[in-house]
Each structure stands twice: as C-alpha cells, then as structure tokens.
C-alpha cells in the first residue's frame, strides 16, 4: 500500500515508519516538525517522502494516490490539552474529521485512527472492553472521543475508519516523551534515585509498548476490510494493566540504587482503567505483541545510560512538551493555536537557529 502517516515524526511516528517500510509499504510523511529539537539520542532521517505542513492545512492534491493513512498528529496528553484545550479540539477532533472527509473523497480506502484508552476516563475498578461505556474527563480524552464518534459517520463501502486506542505508550523513540508514566518513572529513577510518584499510585492504566503499537497499525492495514471495517481495538496485552504503584516498583527492581518515593500532594488520580485486549488478538492474529512493562523499563534505562540524561532536561523546556512549547510560544516562534509564525524547524533559517532549545 502507499500509506500516509500524520505525525511520522513524532514519538510513535518515528518507530511506526520503519515498520511500515519494512513490511513493503510505502510510506508518505506529514509532519510540521514543531519538536525537531526534542529529538533523544539521534535525530534520525525518516527517509520518505515528506509533506512539511499542519494537517489542519492539508489538501485533497496531497492525498491522491494514497491507499490507506495511519492518522498520529495530534495534541498528545493531557497537560496539553489543559493548557489549550480549544486548539486541542480544534486538532484532534476539527482537524481529524476533516482529513478524514477530504481522504474519504481522494478514495482513501481506509483510515486508522490513532485514539486512546483515555476515552474511557474514569471507568472505575472493572474490566472494560470495546464495548464499554466511554467516560472521557479530560479535553484530550474529550477530542479523542469526539472524533471516534464522527469518523464512524463516514464509513460505508468506499471508506473503512479503524479506531486503534492504544493503552498508555512507553518506550524509545527518538522522540521520546518523558511525560509517560514507564518512561517518567524510569527517567526519575535513572536521575536522581527516586522513582517519584506523583499521585497515589492506585489507580489502574493499561501500557503498551510502541513497537507494539506500530505492529498493530501494520495488522490493521494489512487486515481484511471486512474484519476491521469501523472497529475498535483496544492496543495492548491484557496482562500488562497495572496499577501505577506496581509500575513504580517495577522500575525500582530495574534501576540500581533506586527507591520509591510519593511527591508532596500526591493523591488520587480519577484517570482510572483496566482494559480488556483480547479482541485485537483474536480478529488481527499478525498483532503479535513482544514487550512487557519490565522489558521496557530494562530497555530505557540502558537508553538512558548510552545517551546520558539529566533531570533539568526531560523536566524542562529540552524535552519537556509542555515546558518546550511554551518556550515556543514565550519567543514568538509560535502562537497559541500551535502555528509557525517563523519557519523554525521546517527552513533550517537563522532565525530558527536562534531559537533552537539548549
């Protein structure tokens, strides 16, 4: 398939590309490269056809001739989404919906989403599957929900939407995000010895690696229509839900010298949810998960000893998303609705050298 992936250089992007490419797709980039100097260990040349420019920007010349597109872009958590969340609904849900219907009218045969597990926000202590109740609590989770529920509007037999929500990420990338709890944990612990909670740690979440997840975006490509066809999938194993204290010392276990430790305040998180993964493994055989959470902790901290990592650094404005764009933003290099208002990162000009993050 000739395939379109938004986002291909951010945090899963980066990873999904090369798996597409090696299963014998071939691959078509979007991305406005606005964290090009977040990039972790290497900045790695994605070696594909690029389109430099915001999805909400995107025309129906730029999809012509495109099978299928695996849809990343988007504001991707919730501190984010807290601080813009009418550009956050704007992106991911405005701006999906739209890219959708001008695919869908390029004949795009299918469109995988890439949502969330945050949908279903504040499930409680039960198991949920695909068929449950989405509680959304946060503008991210919101947007993410929002956009599932009108892409499935245009399904029928010319376009096929599949909604991959994928449990809570983790893993290498050379567009790491260190606001995720498997690599925060381990980054805290790696730092400074202390593998530092920041709320109770009773709440549930499921975790999946990214390599896990391209393989499932790779399945849902390669699938039969009929099988994938306006569904969802929950990503991940269902045996890889934790509690966030047993990711905690999980990592202890990893990182030598570490020791748990609760931040001050640190109290019950409402984000709460145990989440069934059976179906994917039942109706897509070729997602064929390698990691667990132990893995991966094992995996990043020796990341983090090849390529060296400081505390100031994944907490603040180097690698930091929130603390990174609003550096952004302080300088004027980007405005509120997360738009270049210089060609930092996308030209290589002088003035965005001089903006670079150091």
């Not at 919906?97 to 202590?125: D, N, P, T």
């Not at 989405?134 to 096929?160: C, H």
């Not at 909670?197 to 549930?204: A, N, Q, R």
Request: proline letters at 4%.
């Amino acid at each position: 398939m000739r395939v379109l992936v938004t986002g291909h250089r951010g945090y899963i992007g980066s990873v999904l590309v090369d798996r597409l490419k090696a299963a014998g797709h071939e691959v078509v980039g979007v991305d406005t490269e606005l964290y090009e100097d977040c990039t972790f260990g290497r900045n790695k040349d994605s070696g594909i056809a690029t389109i430099n420019r915001d999805i909400r920007e995107l025309a129906p010349s730029d999809l012509q001739g495109i099978d299928a597109v695996a849809h990343l872009a988007g504001i991707c958590n919730d501190p984010l989404g807290d601080l813009l969340p009418e550009t956050t609904y704007d992106i991911n849900h405005a701006a999906t919906v739209r890219l959708a219907e001008i695919a869908k009218r390029s004949g795009v045969r299918r469109f995988i989403f890439s949502s969330s597990c945050s949908v279903y926000g504040a499930a409680g202590q039960d198991w949920i599957d695909e068929h449950s109740e989405p509680n959304p609590i946060t503008p991210y989770g919101i947007s993410k929900w929002k956009a599932e529920v009108d892409l499935r509007q245009l399904a029928d037999a010319r376009f096929s939407p599949v909604f991959l929500r994928s449990a809570t990420a983790y893993g290498f990338s050379p567009r790491i995000r260190f606001d995720l709890v498997v690599n925060n944990l381990t980054a805290h612990a790696f730092t400074g010895g202390k593998v530092l909670l920041k709320s109770d740690g009773m709440s549930w979440r499921p975790v999946v690696h990214i390599e896990d997840i391209g393989r499932a975006f790779a399945a849902a490509l390669e699938a039969p229509v009929e099988t994938v066809h306006n569904e969802i999938f929950n990503v991940g194993i269902t045996t890889e839900n934790y509690r966030i204290r047993e990711i905690a010392e999980i990592v202890e276990e990893t990182v030598p010298g570490s020791h748990v430790e609760f931040a001050a305040g640190a109290g019950p998180d409402k984000r709460t949810y145990r989440v069934d993964c059976s179906k994917i493994s039942r109706l897509l055989p070729k997602f064929r998960p390698q990691w667990t959470a132990r893995r991966g902790a094992r995996d990043l901290y020796n990341r983090y000893t090849e390529h060296g990592l400081l505390l100031e650094d994944f907490e603040g404005a180097r690698y930091q998303r929130l603390a990174y764009l609003q550096s952004l933003m302080a300088r004027g290099a980007i405005d509120v609705n997360l738009r270049w208002v210089v060609p930092i990162g996308r030209l290589g000009t002088s003035t965005a050298q001089s903006l670079k993050i150091v």
